[in-house]
């Protein structure tokens, strides 16, 4: 009990004294309460010496992650949440958490949660008696009703159309009990901005993979208003509990990025702990809390506000068969394997593909092509990406130059097929491959050395013509061709039993008649 209220508690910018904390202990709840009360205690007088000013808040099955740097970049950063609250002096820790969250939220701390930070609540007049919590402003609203909305990029496992069916649905949640509408565009400036992204992304909050925090907004009236994130790497779902629901947890941003906080209420949409009920409701605080800021709806019928028909327009995205594709090219990043075939991209970790893909590989590199003709990362961790006479340079996600002719690098082909960095630790050295020949690049020099071309032979048993090629973390060098691939042995510098099927050995697929027909 001690650990989850630590996990729940933040400390006045003033801190309290030793007599001032007993103070408040005393005040506690008694019973089961007023034990986890004077536990918190001991806790909180070590980081209030330290001068911490925040303490870690739930984020779902993520319950040891903390939200609390928010509260040191409200003071170092002219971010979004410095203008939520005009916070004059916090409650006391134990009464922000015994007062602030009902009981039946302090007994289910599991369910996934949104990322906008939690505050604290405020005291109402001069007696510095706490207010009944029922629906939290953030401050701010916009002037207009009539609003406009964008979607930039799309979860990889639904379709545009349902997405924006379902986005749709999720703002008319909204535009239902008040005066608002929203109106989408695909092209200019939109007053709502909504994209699905990946761990950070520009904003300071930072996404945590599956699982735990699943979105965020940013409320009217902060530099980044009309901001709506979602995490990329969920499993987003639509009316069914296979994954995450995103009408509930799209309508519960949608509430941040109209002026409303977290509700302490624990049925209502707002509340910060995702609960997915179906169908999906607004309760009477939510009701309340939107139509403070935007007016009811007026008695006269609306004309039909009936959305057009995507589908008809649409071009569903075909995605090739795992176990019966070619790859066009193979490297090993930050410890994992990509596989790469036309703008999709595949990800095996510990030799395991990973949930939500394959997918657009322009999700982690914005800007590169959709065919790659090869890709390696380097000593220094820069990832290269080639197509025809052009290359592309990245640092982690972020793209560094691009596209840069490939004859810079001292190559006199037009295009390269695989390339790859080889050797050890001290005596990597990068290789390009094209038909029977291939060269050697130094990254000291950033020219291939003067002694290449050579001829492919000395890689004795590895064909011509390869797609894509890559080292492993022993030291052994793959190429690929076709739905095949060579293990090159570097103590043997030789082929030994191969080719092997791909997909059967990466991707655990079955072996196909035509990959016994090839071995004979």
Request: proline share 6%; hydrophobic share 35%; glycine share 8%.
């Amino acid at each position: 009990m001690a650990g989850s209220t630590f996990s729940h508690m933040y400390w006045d910018r003033h801190r309290k004294t030793d007599k001032d904390l007993q103070t408040n202990c005393r005040k506690a709840e008694t019973g089961s309460l007023a034990v986890a009360a004077s536990a918190a205690l001991t806790i909180f007088l070590m980081p209030s010496l330290l001068g911490i000013q925040a303490a870690p808040v739930p984020q779902g099955h993520h319950g040891h992650k903390t939200l609390g740097y928010a509260w040191k970049l409200q003071k170092e950063q002219n971010s979004w949440f410095s203008s939520l609250h005009n916070v004059k002096e916090y409650p006391s820790p134990l009464q922000s958490f015994f007062g602030g969250i009902e009981q039946d939220q302090r007994d289910h701390w599991n369910p996934p949660r949104c990322g906008v930070p939690d505050f604290p609540v405020q005291p109402d007049g001069h007696h510095g008696r706490n207010r009944q919590k029922r629906f939290v402003l953030s401050g701010g609203r916009w002037e207009k009703t009539n609003l406009t909305y964008k979607i930039i990029r799309f979860p990889w496992q639904l379709s545009t159309v349902k997405v924006r069916r379902t986005l749709a649905d999720a703002l008319k949640v909204w535009s239902d009990v008040t005066l608002l509408s929203f109106t989408e565009v695909q092209e200019g400036r939109a007053d709502i901005v909504i994209d699905f992204t990946r761990y950070w992304h520009g904003d300071h909050l930072p996404f945590d993979g599956p699982g735990g925090i699943l979105a965020h907004a940013f409320f009217p009236k902060t530099h980044r208003e009309g901001d709506v994130h979602f995490d990329y790497d969920e499993t987003w779902t639509i009316s069914n509990d296979l994954g995450t629901d995103l009408l509930q947890v799209a309508a519960h941003e949608f509430g941040h990025v109209l002026g409303l906080q977290h509700s302490s209420v624990s049925k209502s949409l707002m509340s910060p702990f995702y609960s997915f009920r179906y169908p999906l409701s607004l309760s009477e605080d939510d009701r309340k809390g939107i139509q403070h800021l935007y007016g009811k709806p007026s008695p006269t019928p609306a004309l039909d506000q009936h959305q057009p028909d995507f589908e008809t327009n649409e071009i569903p995205r075909m995605e090739p068969s795992t176990c019966d594709t070619d790859f066009e090219a193979v490297s090993m990043i930050r410890g994992e394997l990509f596989f790469f075939k036309a703008q999709l991209v595949w990800r095996l970790r510990n030799g395991k593909l990973q949930a939500g893909y394959p997918t657009l590989a322009s999700r982690h590199w914005q800007g590169i092509p959709e065919h790659i003709d090869a890709a390696f990362e380097d000593a220094a961790g820069k990832i290269w990406f080639f197509q025809g006479s052009k290359y592309w340079m990245y640092d982690g996600e972020r793209k560094l130059a691009g596209p840069v002719n490939i004859s810079e690098l001292g190559l006199s082909v037009s295009h390269i097929q695989a390339a790859f960095m080889w050797g050890t630790e001290k005596t990597k050295k990068i290789y390009f491959f094209k038909g029977a020949s291939y060269w050697r690049f130094s990254p000291s020099h950033g020219l291939v050395d003067s002694v290449y071309p050579r001829n492919l032979a000395d890689w004795r048993g590895v064909p011509h013509d390869i797609d894509a090629a890559f080292q492993d973390e022993h030291g052994y060098a793959y190429f690929l061709k076709g739905r095949h691939y060579w293990k090159f042995d570097p103590l043997q510098v030789k082929v030994i039993g191969y080719p092997r099927q791909t997909s059967q050995d990466f991707f655990n697929c079955p072996v196909t008649p035509a990959a016994v027909n090839f071995f004979r």
